[in-house]
């Protein structure tokens, strides 16, 4: 079946906005994927500096989808979709980097659905959820970074 953005709008409740083109089909890929403030990283990538809690709990991602992350000032959500059964969500775990707001695995592609930016899917698999950072002159943290404002 072809996602399309005006599926998963439809599936969450979450409207996009109008310069986005509904009928396109949403794109699957393994790697590294960010939407504005976030990034998703296979786990594999940076298991050496991410452990979960001992008693990490998981949750059942909805079919209407789970909020990651809102954008600064009570801005857009960023949301993980998938159909029911195929994906679950910890935020019980350690980041090394501080950076890490949650953990994913699906055993069926899911989707990160964003108002402003649209959707893009990750393929079955375990991930990392993290906020990006960006290095700028006069910011904040190691070497002058600050988290992305979306």
Known sequence: MTVTLASLSQQTGLAVLDHL??????????????????????????????????????????????????GAAGGNPHTLVADSGACRWTTHLSDAGGLAIGVFEASAPVYL??????????????????????????????????????
């Open 113 to 150: 659905l964003h108002p402003e930016h649209g959707a893009s899917g990750c393929t079955p698999g375990r991930y990392v959820v993290r906020r990006q950072r960006e290095y700028a002159a006069g910011g904040w943290g190691p070497l002058g970074s600050r988290l992305v404002a979306d």
């Open 21 to 70: 083109e509904q009928s396109v089909s949403i794109p699957v890929i393994d790697g590294i994927q960010a939407q504005g403030d976030l990034i998703v990283i296979p786990f594999s990538e940076v298991s050496v500096s991410v452990s979960f809690w001992p008693n990490a709990t998981w949750r059942e991602v909805p079919a209407e989808g789970v909020e990651l992350l809102r």
